[in-house]
């Protein structure tokens, strides 16, 4: 059951943000009028840009700062799209990364899981879910957390589960393994209009 704030932060930035806002119960819930039957006003440029840093922001579970800093150290960076290096950036998260596996419901209850430290990344156990991770990265299910109540029946679960193409998860072994570079597939993210905004 979606919750009354998070339904109402999914109303006005769009049903990406949480998983439990893509259904066909909040699209019916979401296209209802405003009182009275007005129609919402068309947002600014600078509004339409403050929507899409908080669709992020909403999104990854992150704070306005760590989000700055994510811009911040994108537009440092040579040879790649600033864009494109801004979602990198943000999808090497670790409890994004554990999300993308198909370990979790949503970023919130993998970030969850990092901080109470079920995870050994390269052999080492981290509980910080903002841990960057790159490719050749091998993330494990700490040995003393594998009989825990959320990785039972793990392959059963992950079946259906399609993860994007730059990671793999082995639910027989319980190990992953970061492929490549993360690829941008998130359309209702407009990265250049989160740029625009901090560049003002």
Same mark, same amino acid.
């Given at each position: ?7 109402? +932060?999914?109303? !006005? ?6 998983? /439990?806002?893509?259904?066909? *119960?909040?699209? @019916?819930? &979401?296209? $209802? ?28 579970? +992150?704070?306005? !700062? ?6 911040? /150290?994108?537009?440092?960076? *040579?040879?790649? @799209?600033? &864009?494109? $290096? ?115």
């Amino acid at each position: 059951m979606l919750s009354k704030p998070k339904f109402k +932060i999914c109303r !006005r930035l769009g049903p990406g943000v949480y998983d /439990k806002c893509q259904t066909s *119960k909040f699209a @019916s819930a &979401a296209t $209802k009028s405003l009182p009275g039957g007005r129609r919402p006003k068309a947002p600014t440029e600078y509004g339409t840009q403050l929507m899409e840093k908080q669709k992020i922001r909403f999104s990854y579970g +992150i704070s306005e !700062r760590q989000l700055s800093n994510y811009v911040k /150290k994108a537009t440092q960076n *040579k040879g790649v @799209s600033t &864009a494109e $290096k801004l979602y990198e950036n943000l999808e090497s998260r670790l409890d994004n990364i554990i999300y993308r596996m198909g370990l979790g419901a949503s970023r919130r209850a993998t970030r969850q899981m990092v901080s109470h430290g079920h995870f050994v990344v390269n052999n080492h156990r981290v509980t910080i879910p903002s841990y960057e991770l790159k490719s050749g990265d091998i993330v494990k299910i700490r040995e003393g957390s594998k009989t825990k109540k959320i990785f039972q029946n793990l392959a059963d679960r992950l079946k259906d589960y399609n993860s994007p193409s730059w990671v793999v998860f082995d639910p027989n072994s319980m190990e992953g393994r970061i492929l490549d570079k993360p690829k941008n597939v998130e359309i209702f993210l407009d990265l250049n209009a989160v740029l625009e905004f901090y560049s003002r």
